[in-house]
Structure formats: C-alpha cells, structure tokens
C-alpha cells in the first residue's frame, strides 16, 4: 500500500514539525524521520520511501502550513 491513514498522516506531521523546530533539518528530511518513527514498514532498506510523491507532497505542505 502507498497511503496513510489520516492518523498516521497526523502523527508523521506532528513528529516532522517537531524534529523541524527542534533539530535544524530541512522539511524533506523532518518527514523522513517521522515516517521512520511512525511508520517503520514505509522505509526501504535503502533508506528511500514506498510512499507516493503525493503523499510525501501533501505532508511536506502540512508541516510548512504550521509555521
């Protein structure tokens, strides 16, 4: 599967804008670390994600609207 749930999606938002806030990372990088902490099983073992550009997109644009 290549979608969230709204609760994930919630929960990988929250997490990203924290490590944002608090870790100096940029956006991209914030949600990468949510979804491995979140969502362990959307990360490859190459790192990259099995998410679509459209979700990662409409995440990326969650965490820049809580600013």
């Known amino acids: 599967m ?9 929960e990988i938002t929250s997490w990203a804008f924290s490590y944002f ?3 100096n990372l ?3 990088y914030s949600i990468l670390k949510a979804i491995k902490k979140v969502r ?5 073992k190459d790192g ?3 998410l679509s550009n ?3 997109i409409e995440l990326q644009m ?3 609207n809580m600013l």
């Open 2 to 10: 290549f979608w969230l749930s709204e609760r994930d999606k919630y």
């Open 21 to 23: 806030m608090t870790s």
């Open 26 to 28: 940029s956006v991209e």
């Open 40 to 44: 362990p099983d959307k990360i490859k």
């Open 48 to 50: 990259l994600t099995r």
């Open 54 to 56: 459209s979700t990662l």
């Open 62 to 64: 969650r965490v820049k």
